[in-house]
């Protein structure tokens, strides 16, 4: 089994820790090939005209590439590379505020739970809420999510 360098494994992560990712600014770029992969045409994320008539005056990102981006920065910490076995799922996802072009997210995990698999010995599970906040410190995106791990040899 590969393990990247800073990769952890279940056993390593402790209640309480918190991960911080670096930020990753979103451009209209992102977006458009967004639309395009998922098939989310929503003129509030691809149309200016419409979009300056919404609420938010402009176009935002969608929803779930905010959510997607959050996981692509939790795997540029390395501590997942080569030792994360499954996604087990996520819960109570919210999303409290728009990103809009320009805007820098920052996401941080911190470790709610570590425990090992009730049915393999060599592996556990490494719960965590997420937040993800703009430059100017607000929230976006909340969840809770679990992850299916290897255990150190």
Do not use: C
Not at 13 to 33: C, H, M, P, Q, Y
Not at 38 to 62: C, L, M, W, Y
Request: aromatic share 8%.
């Amino acid at each position: 089994m590969f393990k990247g360098r800073n990769a952890k494994y279940w056993n390593e992560f402790k209640v309480g820790e918190v991960i911080e990712t670096a930020g990753r600014t979103i451009e209209s770029g992102d977006v458009n090939l967004f639309a395009g992969l998922s098939g989310d045409f929503n003129p509030a994320h691809i149309n200016e005209v419409h979009a300056k008539k919404t609420q938010f005056g402009t176009r935002i990102a969608h929803g779930l590439l905010t959510l997607a981006v959050t996981s692509g920065q939790m795997n540029g910490t390395g501590l997942f590379e080569g030792t994360t076995i499954g996604f087990l799922g996520m819960d109570k996802v919210r999303f409290s505020n728009p990103v809009r072009f320009g805007d820098t997210v920052l996401t941080t995990a911190a470790i709610t739970e570590v425990r090992p698999s009730a049915k393999k010995k060599d592996r556990g599970v490494v719960s965590m809420t997420i937040t993800v906040k703009n430059q100017k410190g607000e929230t976006v995106l909340t969840y809770e999510q679990a992850l299916l791990m290897s255990g150190a040899t």
